[in-house]
C-alpha cells in the first residue's frame, strides 16, 4: 500500500510541477483576449496561486518518498487532491462545461484523490 501512496503521490507532484511551471509562464493575461487591457491584480493573484500550486508539488514530492512516516498528513494531500476536481465540478455546473479534456482532469483528480485517501485507510 505504501508504495501505491508513494506513487500516486509523486504523480500529484508531477502534475503540480507541470501545471504551475506552465501558468507561471504565461500569466492570467494569456488566457484573456488579445484587445483586453493589462490586469496587472488579475496576473499578481494567479502567479500567486500558482507559486501555491508549485509549492504543493515539493511538497507532494517529498510525500511521495516519505509517505511511510508521514502518518494521517496522507488523508490531506488526498483531501487537496479532490478538492481540486471537485473545484473544476462546481466550475462546470455553475458556470460551462470547459471541454472534454477539463472534464477528464476532473474525473482523474476525483479519483485520484480519494485513491490516496482509500489506499491510507487500507494500509
Not at 41 to 53: E, K, P, Q, S, W
Not at 62 to 81: D, K, M, P, Q, R
Request: aromatic share 14%.
Amino acid at each position: 500500500m505504501a508504495l501505491a501512496i508513494s506513487i500516486l503521490l509523486g504523480l500529484v507532484g508531477i502534475i503540480c510541477f507541470l501545471g504551475s511551471a506552465n501558468i507561471m509562464i504565461k500569466g492570467a493575461m494569456h488566457f484573456l483576449p488579445k484587445e483586453t487591457p493589462a490586469q496587472l491584480v488579475l496576473d499578481n493573484l494567479v502567479r500567486f496561486l500558482t507559486g501555491i500550486y508549485l509549492g504543493s508539488g515539493f511538497l507532494c514530492a517529498y510525500a511521495s518518498f516519505h509517505a511511510e512516516s508521514l502518518g494521517n498528513i496522507i488523508y490531506f494531500l488526498g483531501l487537496i487532491v479532490v478538492f481540486s476536481g471537485l473545484g473544476r465540478l462546481y466550475f462546470r455546473l455553475k458556470i460551462c462545461p470547459a471541454g472534454n479534456y477539463f472534464d477528464i482532469i476532473m474525473v482523474v483528480e476525483i479519483v485520484l484523490g480519494f485513491s490516496i485517501i482509500l489506499l491510507k485507510w487500507l494500509s
